[in-house]
């Protein structure tokens, strides 16, 4: 979601006017007026009366919250207070002149930005503009009045508002307004009757008015039939590509083609070919390129930037790739003849192969100078003094070598030593200092190896077309050596920033850790840019906390650039140095959003030198995979949360269901045995009172292992089961197992397989009876009561195995490992009484001595449960005996 469709939610309402006086500021007062009426808190945030009195009049009566004043160049200057507006929070506020640029120091460069921050904090906007002041339009108001508006609004701002309302008066009354003062004061009027406010000026604006009006009702009408399912002959998809270049007229063709975009409601596509031939431009130009792409995304265009060799074909191949139907390039401003000499040729090419699409050639004519609304740098190679003297002493030492031996050599073997140098200054130092070393090798060879010697006169008149000849190859392979050169450096630019990315996504690929990632980001960063940077990463608060520096950063990040910070992290917007939102500070703050959502925010110092258009896009990248990352790690821990909570609560469940029936149970023949005592004493006989005493007694032994179990699942979770190992005799083992389950095996045939020569197992011997306890009760209820029970010992390399077989009806084989969950229990036929624990109990018990235990289907029915505790080297005979002795007597007690 763009930070537009969270804003369409507020209403912003436009007053549009063909010029200023045509009373667009009198009619938002007067709607304020009405809406005060009806009870809505409206306030004015900035108006200007330029001191007219119907102005001020409507002005009255309207609470107005008062300016800010900002120092500016030893002046106090006078701005809308963004901050008191935010803070008031009312329901409507009221911005006059939306295209105003604010004095240095504000929070924003612009006022359409402060608008959007109202509407960002929930607050309906009123404002008002003027049709001039709308970017798309800037270049044809500058051909319709002679005069380049420099405070201009993207398209998208008035596009995207709620309500677009047209204020319109006849030329010949705006006219007589302004005769009458009632615009600007008298000399200001007569000048601008004179320029801007002609007739013929003031008719043809009133039509763009009326046109951008018109088209803004047309979009509304279709929106409101689609979205009503109204049948209509709905247009086709289109798709606009123009192409942006170092063209001084290429701002124009972008604000033509968003015209033209509009006009068929259809996408829009900058595209800037990058040609290694043209690649060291200069800094006017880099900043002419940055500046229309900026153009060009503010205007709601798609951008992008490819490079390749061949512009017509790269041309063509984007816009094939992208489906585009209209095509808007310039025209060129060169001959045909010098086009061709060139080979640059381009529209015509791109006529002749654009088979389908519509080629709009759009007449530009030399760019207006203008300032650009944010002041930059752009990096620059100085050139060097030493190259070229470096491929001069290359001409001297070639020049004495031919010299000294020039009674071996023939002047033309002396001409092909001269393109030595030629080539190894254009090799290592530019097309320069090549076609420099050209030159001199031409003058010299001719200076001293062409008769007559020791003058520039030439004899043979071979040399007279040799002589341009071989300036012209020196020159063609210090072009072509220069190209290959750039090709190179941009191959090692591509391949460095690639690795650069390739390497920060390996890094963070597997990683669950935000702290690691940030840390991994930082190192990135520095690394390759050699900038001090920060990061910031909210708390769970929502506060911004510095998680990660690099540099020198930490100690310049005070109040006023954590202030920018947290603003770049709650609009989710670029601030801080070099942009259009609180420039002041030294750091750009680089929000790390995904999906809409802003997960962090990268600061990077720029001082000095502002980064190049590689960086950038290099930062917001790795701002995008850092993003990416941490976002995957929140989700990661609010899923682990999530699937907290629903195990939780399922075991809860499981838990409350369990416990409420295996206490309800034996609770209830506790109550009715002894409510049977007492209510009919002297009625039973000894043995029904016996009957009902034992009733009782199994009811409280099995509320007891209920309880046993649930503190044993416990002590299991927690950590907190401590094992006394000692050395146990399994069969001894087994052997008071039976007897503490004595009434449930009573009736059933047992069969018991004990090798002699089985080793003993150092284990805690109570928690084994238990296991085994568990599993016989597990077997006498999943069983018939007549059915047999196998109980097997045996002995491997390193452990000793304990089964329990019972004949029952199996356990379905997917559901094998599963039984030893908590609270899980297999459907069974019959009502089987239990909670669920005893297998799970089994399993820590044997886990936490090292063991494993597993089921199995026995061949001929039923079920085989066994588990291995592991043995070590056995202890002396008469310790073992002292042992034997020990548990002797304890039975015998």
Request: glycine share 6%.
């Amino acid at each position: 979601m763009t930070k537009r469709d969270v804003l369409t939610f507020f209403l912003l309402t436009v007053f549009l006017g063909a010029a200023a006086g045509v009373g667009k500021t009198y009619t938002m007062l007067e709607s304020a007026h009405e809406m005060l009426v009806t009870g809505m808190d409206v306030i004015i945030g900035w108006v200007e009366t330029h001191n007219h009195p119907e102005t001020e009049k409507m002005v009255e009566g309207l609470p107005r919250l008062p300016a800010k004043e900002i120092e500016y160049c030893n002046k106090v200057v006078r701005e809308m207070d963004v901050d008191g507006i935010l803070e008031r929070k009312p329901k409507v506020v009221l911005v006059d002149e939306l295209d105003h640029i604010n004095v240095v120091g504000s929070r924003h460069v612009r006022r359409f930005q402060d608008v959007e921050e109202i509407l960002n904090a929930g607050i309906d906007v009123y404002t008002t503009l003027n049709i001039q002041h709308i970017e798309s339009l800037n270049d044809i108001v500058a051909q319709i009045t002679g005069v380049t508006v420099r405070e201009t609004v993207p398209d998208s701002i008035v596009e995207q508002a709620d309500q677009v309302q047209l204020i319109d008066i006849p030329p010949n009354e705006l006219i007589k307004r302004l005769k009458e003062g009632k615009v600007y004061i008298p000399n200001q009027a007569e000048l601008a009757l004179n320029k801007f406010f002609r007739p013929g000026n003031i008719n043809a604006l009133r039509e763009l008015a009326l046109r951008f009006t018109a088209n803004r009702v047309d979009k509304d009408l279709h929106e409101y039939m689609q979205a009503h399912d109204i049948t209509g002959p709905w247009p086709a998809g289109e798709r606009v590509m123009v192409c942006v270049s170092t063209s001084p007229f290429s701002a124009q063709l972008i604000r033509a083609a968003r015209r033209l975009a509009r006009g068929l409601q259809a996408e829009l596509l900058a595209v800037h070919i990058e040609i290694p031939l043209r690649l060291g431009l200069s800094e006017k130009e880099r900043d002419r390129i940055f500046r229309n792409m900026r153009l060009a995304e503010e205007l709601g265009a798609k951008t992008l930037s490819v490079t390749g060799n061949d512009l017509t074909e790269e041309i063509l191949s984007v816009a094939r790739e992208h489906n585009v139907t209209h095509l808007v390039v310039g025209k060129p401003i060169q001959g045909r003849v010098q086009e061709w000499l060139s080979g640059k040729a381009v529209v015509d090419k791109l006529i002749r192969h654009s088979g389908g699409m519509n080629i709009h050639v759009i007449q530009g004519t030399t760019e207006v100078k203008d300032e650009p609304k944010v002041k930059t740098r752009v990096a620059t190679v100085p050139m060097s003094w030493r190259n070229y003297m470096a491929g001069l002493l290359m001409v001297a030492l070639v020049t004495a070598g031919n010299w000294w031996w020039r009674e071996y050599v023939d002047p033309v073997h002396v001409m092909i030593l001269y393109l030595l140098p030629v080539l190894l200054s254009a090799v290592w130092w530019g097309k320069g200092p090549s076609y420099v070393t050209a030159v001199c090798s031409v003058v010299l060879f001719d200076f001293l190896f062409i008769l007559p010697i020791f003058s520039l006169s030439v004899a043979d008149l071979r040399y007279v077309w040799s002589l341009p000849l071989f300036l012209l190859v020196a020159f063609i392979i210090g072009e072509q050596t220069e190209k290959l050169r750039v090709e190179v450096m941009l191959a090692k630019q591509r391949e460095k920033s690639t690795r650069a990315l390739y390497a920060f996504s390996r890094d963070i690929a597997a990683v669950a850790d935000a702290s690691i990632i940030v840390r991994n980001l930082v190192d990135q960063v520095w690394q390759i840019l050699e900038r001090p940077v920060v990061v910031f990463l909210p708390e769970k608060n929502g506060k911004l906390v510095l998680v990660g520096e690099a540099g020198t950063a930490k100690a310049t990040i005070d109040a006023s650039e954590m202030t920018v910070a947290i603003w770049a992290y709650e609009h989710g917007e670029i601030a801080g140095s070099y942009t259009e939102t609180l420039p002041g500070a030294t750091y750009m703050y680089v929000p790390l959003t995904t999906s809409g959502n802003a997960m962090g925010i990268l600061g990077i110092h720029i001082q000095g030198e502002m980064l190049t258009p590689v960086q950038r896009r290099l930062i917001e990248a790795w701002a995008g995979l850092a993003a990416i990352a941490v976002e995957r790690v929140n989700l990661a821990e609010q899923a682990g949360q999530a699937s907290l909570l629903v195990a939780s609560d399922k075991l809860r469940t499981a838990l409350f269901n369990s416990i409420s029936h295996e206490l309800r149970t034996p609770l209830a023949s506790i109550i009715g045995a002894i409510s049977s005592l007492l209510d009919t004493e002297g009625v039973y006989s000894g043995a029904d009172k016996k009957e009902l005493l034992e009733t009782v007694q199994e009811g409280a032994a099995r509320m007891d292992r209920l309880v046993a179990n649930l503190l044993d699942t416990a002590r299991l979770e927690s950590g907190m089961m401590q094992l006394k190992k000692d050395w146990c005799d399994v069969e001894d083992v087994i052997g008071i197992a039976l007897r503490r389950v004595a009434k449930c095996i009573e009736g059933r045939p047992l069969l018991i397989n004990i090798p002699e020569d089985l080793p003993l197992v150092r284990a805690d011997c109570v928690l084994l009876e238990q296991v085994l306890i568990n599993l016989l009760d597990n077997a006498c209820k999943y069983s018939a009561n007549d059915s047999k029970i196998d109980i097997t010992a045996s002995q491997d390399e390193t452990v000793v195995k304990i089964s329990v077989a019972d004949r029952g009806a199996g356990i379905p084989s997917e559901y094998l490992v599963q039984v030893f969950d908590k609270f899980y229990r297999v459907e069974q036929p019959k009502s089987v009484s239990g909670t669920g624990l005893g297998l799970s109990i089994c399993k820590g018990i044997i886990e936490s001595h090292g063991g494993y235990i597993h089921a199995e289907n026995r061949s001929g029915g039923g079920t085989i449960m066994t588990f291995a505790i592991p043995f070590s080297e056995q202890p002396e005979i008469e310790a073992a005996n002292q042992i034997f002795a020990k548990d002797f007597r304890e039975s015998l007690r």
